[in-house]
C-alpha cells in the first residue's frame, strides 16, 4: 500500500537544536563539515552549551548565524536552566526563517 507523503509538500522549519558538555567527540572538523552540509540545504543551528567546560569558538562555528541569537549557555552543575531561559530560546528557534 502506497502513503502520500504530505510531509514533503508542507513548507515547515529546518532547525537543529544541538546540546553539548564540552568539546566535539568527533572533532571540531568533522562537526563543522556535517554542519555545514545541512546549513547548505537551508538548516538554521541552535546549540545548548550545558557546562562551562564548552568550547565557545567551537559552538560559534555550529551555532546559525547571529550566534548570539542562536545559542544558550549556561553551566548547569552551577545554575539550572530557568523557565524564561528556554521559555526566551524557543521563541527564537520558532521564529526562525
Do not use: W
Not at 551555532?63 to 530557568?82: A, C, G, R
Amino acid at each position: 500500500m502506497n502513503f502520500p507523503c504530505y510531509f514533503l509538500l508542507i513548507d515547515v522549519k529546518k532547525v537543529v537544536v544541538v546540546v553539548t558538555d564540552g568539546f566535539s567527540s568527533r572533532g571540531v572538523e568533522i562537526t563543522k563539515e556535517l554542519a555545514g552540509r545541512l546549513k547548505r540545504q537551508g538548516v538554521k543551528f541552535f546549540a545548548v552549551g550545558t557546562s562551562r567546560r564548552v568550547y565557545k569558538d567551537e559552538l560559534d562555528e555550529l551555532s546559525s548565524k547571529p550566534s548570539e541569537s542562536h545559542q544558550l549557555m549556561v553551566d548547569i552543575k552551577k545554575n539550572p536552566f530557568t523557565k524564561d531561559q528556554v521559555e526566551q530560546f524557543t521563541k527564537k528557534i520558532c521564529k526562525t526563517e
